[in-house]
């Protein structure tokens, strides 16, 4: 490749890469396979020659969907063998990101793992069909499949998701006021406080991978969960401070015991109540927290 050409190919995936790392991340859930997964993408986009390429994004897209198929074909057998509940690596993300409502459901924990119960084809076509509105020729292009098949895959994974995925979407007002109080409850052990701002069938998925201790199963129920927070933290006897954030383009806290991070806990709210708990404490899933990851769809 001549020197121009390999300079037009490194503008090109430059101006791409936050759409291709988006792309990898909500077909992973793991920001470090996804940024493994673009540098297998250009490594390949610079073998490919420009001049035959019509829509340089689309064609981009097409490379990095597919080096993420066969990237999360590795990573389901990795996470059978992973010790108690997985969840997806947490990103602290700009503003903007939860200023696009779309963007900011399909990247919240609660969906990403709604996503996890699709096949690879299944999450492949979903996530670039509802997310990034790319046309069913391109998809089949990127999965190998016709296009007539990927309208059949896409009408059937966008049903299974809509079976699972949160029943309503909730003001950014609202859900800042909930998680306000359930943070106020923390910092302050009041365990009525937080009864109070649980919904009766709250869920609490906790991720140590084995390296943190973590609950190896949900736990569901605002009383249980109750006990679970309090009586851990009297058991070890830290002082807990809780600072607000965004994650995934959604409300989020960061745990300190004794001023050291425990975890990172993104927030599920409906019905002005907690209905979701998503609480990552596996070090190895902590390290994007401390500066901005860009996610965007275009």
Known sequence: ????????????????????????????????????????????????????????RAY???ITTRQSL???????????????????EPL??????????????????ALMLVLETLSPT???????????????????AAVDKSPATVRQIAHRARLHVDARRPREVVSPSETRAVVESFQRALETGDPQGLLD????????????????QAALRPITGAE??????????????????VDPTVVNGNPALVLRLDGEIDGILSIRVEDARVIGLYYVRNPEKLSR??????LVRN
């Open 1 to 56: 490749m001549s020197d121009h050409a390999t300079d037009e190919a490194t503008a090109t995936f430059v101006a791409h890469r936050n759409l291709l790392f988006t792309v990898a991340y909500e077909m992973l859930g793991s920001a470090a396979d996804a940024e493994d997964v673009l540098q297998e993408t250009w490594l390949r986009w610079v073998e490919v020659d420009l001049e035959h390429v019509r829509d340089q």
């Open 60 to 62: 981009l897209v097409r």
């Open 70 to 88: 066969n990237r999360l074909r590795t990573l389901t057998r990795r996470k059978e063998s992973y010790v108690g509940q997985w969840l997806p």
């Open 92 to 109: 602290l993300t700009a503003p903007d990101v939860a200023e696009d409502v779309e963007l900011a459901e399909s990247v919240s924990m």
């Open 122 to 140: 299944e999450r492949a076509v979903f996530v670039l069909r509802e997310v990034f509105d790319v046309s069913y020729d391109e998809i089949a």
């Open 197 to 212: 701002v649980l919904a009766p069938q709250v869920v609490l998925v906790s991720d140590g991978g084995g390296v943190k």
């Open 224 to 241: 249980k969960l109750v006990r679970f927070v309090f009586g851990g933290l009297r058991k070890s006897g830290a002082t807990l401070t």
């Open 289 to 294: 927290i401390a500066s901005e990851t860009s």
